[in-house]
């Protein structure tokens, strides 16, 4: 009973470095979606996607990249990581969109050195 | 665009105390409403939903009212015990089903 798992938990990068977040549910979930939660800002949509092929923008996009090639996996990356980027980002996903219940990752803190 | 404003933080309440976390909305149409509740350490949870106007959800003792009129969604428990220390997160769906607004989330801590 995995849910939604995300890896890894912590990870320390250098400006500039990339990185990939992995993301993987096993509930058949059509929808997926990223956000990061920032202190004093709560949980701001990254990207999403409503099935394998198709993305789509959420609230702050900027510095980051998704892909879709399957209905389970969802990875995020991050071509070029800056400071800013330093965060806890959150993967979920859900049955049918954002009106239904969705089901969260446990999270992957990101430093930016 | 759509937003959620919700009650700053942090609350300490005594057990059995009255609980009120104040959350009002910002959006076209006719969003659906949720309460997510974060535990030290862990992803966001489902605490209750509301899809339309005068829906009352209610979960663990937990209740909120969607009120359209106030456009608001306020969230209420009348006795809170230890283990309901978690940040809470009011949060809307947009009409399009697609995107989520969270508020900045309230820090609730009991004592004993």
């Known amino acids: 009973n995995a849910g939604v798992t995300q890896t890894p938990k912590f990870q320390v990068l250098k400006t500039g470095q990339s990185m990939t977040l992995q993301c993987a549910q096993d509930?058949?979930?059509?929808?997926m979606s990223w956000y990061r939660q920032d202190p004093g800002m709560g949980l701001r949509l990254i990207h999403y996607?409503?099935?394998?092929?198709?993305?789509d923008q959420g609230e702050v996009p900027n510095g980051y990249n998704v892909s879709r090639s399957t209905t389970e996996d969802f990875p995020l990356r991050l071509l070029s990581a800056a400071p800013s980027q330093t965060s806890v980002y959150f993967c979920?996903?859900?049955?049918?969109?954002?009106?239904?219940?969705?089901?969260f990752g446990d999270g992957t803190r990101l430093s930016i050195l | 665009g759509d937003s959620v404003t919700q009650m700053e933080g942090p609350v300490t309440l005594s057990e059995e105390a009255f609980l009120t976390i104040n959350c009002t909305y910002t959006?076209?149409?006719?969003?659906?409403l949720f309460w997510y509740v974060q535990y030290p350490g862990e992803g966001l949870q489902l605490l209750l939903k509301?899809?339309?106007?005068?829906d009352k959800g209610s979960n663990k003792g937990f209740e909120a009212t969607y009120r359209k009129e106030t456009t608001s969604f306020h969230l209420e428990k009348g006795s809170v015990q230890v283990s309901d220390s978690a940040v809470y997160f009011c949060?809307?769906?947009?009409?399009?089903?697609?995107?989520?607004?969270f508020g900045t989330g309230t820090s609730l801590t009991v004592i004993p």
């Open positions: 979920a996903s859900s049955y049918g969109g954002t009106s239904q219940p969705q089901h």
């Open positions: 509930m058949n979930h059509e929808y």
């Open positions: 996607s409503v099935g394998a092929g198709i993305t």
């Open positions: 959006a076209t149409g006719y969003p659906s």
């Open positions: 509301a899809t339309k106007a005068d």
């Open positions: 949060a809307l769906s947009d009409n399009t089903g697609n995107q989520f607004y």
